[in-house]
């Protein structure tokens, strides 16, 4: 497993994009402010609810 992560490098070619990210949530994109993603936590700034911490599952 930790050759095929080597060889196909997620940073590089996985970039999340406020597109996505709306999709995911089930908003529309002109709801969110900006968000930021750490290890295992997504955090968005929405204009509605202010902020609001995912896990991805």
């Known amino acids: 497993m930790t050759a095929l992560f ?5 940073p590089k070619t996985f970039r999340l994009t406020v597109a996505l990210v709306a ?3 089930k ?3 002109s ?3 900006r968000f930021e993603y750490w290890q ?9 609810r202010g902020g ?6």
Do not use: G, S
Not at 40 to 48: A, E, I, K, P, Y
Not at 52 to 57: A, D
């Open 6 to 10: 080597r060889r196909i490098q997620p």
């Open 23 to 25: 999709k995911y949530l």
């Open 27 to 29: 908003i529309p994109e």
């Open 31 to 33: 709801l969110i402010l």
């Open 40 to 48: 295992n936590v997504l955090f968005v700034q929405r204009t509605d």
């Open 52 to 57: 609001q911490f995912v896990i991805p599952i």
